[in-house]
């Protein structure tokens, strides 16, 4: 008596089945991996968005120009150390940034690289408000929403908090929030500079 040495049609059916089923697995499993990557990406370029913007208010907050430097104007003088004179961006902002109103030292600077749009004290922006290198950085996808906010802190102590919040239009979101004090972009006290700190409630 002679046996089949082949598969039948049914073997064959189930074989290509399980195949099947094994492969749909697979190429779920991949296209999920590849959601997830794509979303942390978007998600990474989101944050270092944010950050970047962050970066530039930090910087320009604490910035200081001196007689010595092209640029100074004298009407922007804060002190005189080690007989130069000395401006320091932060007294604009401390006093263009503060709710109610405050009577600031001096005249204010205009050409604040952040002053975007002042709302009911806080000074505040978004995308449109950036300087034009920064904003072409960012790219489209992200949108930009900041504020600058004076707080008055200790008696004689300026303290700034900034807020960036940067929103991908895949979805991804993320928010930053850092507190600047005036002795981050001031020098410490001393004899002929007692209180470098603008006061936002005047002086």
């Not at 997830?36 to 962050?54: E, G, L």
Request: aromatic content about 10%; some cysteine.
């Amino acid at each position: 008596m002679q046996t089949s040495k082949g598969f039948t049609f049914v073997e064959v059916i189930i074989a290509m089945a399980i195949i099947a089923i094994a492969f749909s697995t697979l190429l779920l499993s991949q296209v999920s991996s590849y959601r997830v990557t794509t979303q942390m990406r978007y998600a990474s370029d989101t944050k270092a968005a944010a950050t970047k913007v962050m970066e530039a208010i930090l910087a320009d907050v604490a910035r200081t120009i001196t007689s010595a430097q092209a640029g100074y104007d004298a009407t922007y003088k804060d002190a005189t150390v080690g007989g130069v004179d000395v401006s320091y961006y932060f007294v604009d902002y401390a006093f263009t940034c503060v709710s109610g109103t405050p009577t600031p030292p001096r005249t204010l600077r205009i050409n604040l690289a952040f002053d975007g749009t002042v709302t009911g004290g806080v000074c505040t922006g978004t995308t449109a408000d950036l300087p034009a290198s920064l904003a072409s950085a960012i790219g489209s996808f992200i949108s930009i929403n900041w504020t600058i906010a004076s707080e008055p802190g200790f008696t004689g102590e300026g303290l700034l908090k900034v807020i960036v919040e940067a929103q991908h239009t895949r979805g991804a979101r993320v928010f930053l929030a850092e507190r600047v004090s005036c002795y981050d972009a001031y020098p410490s006290p001393n004899m002929s500079v007692p209180k470098p700190c603008p006061d936002p409630a005047g002086p």
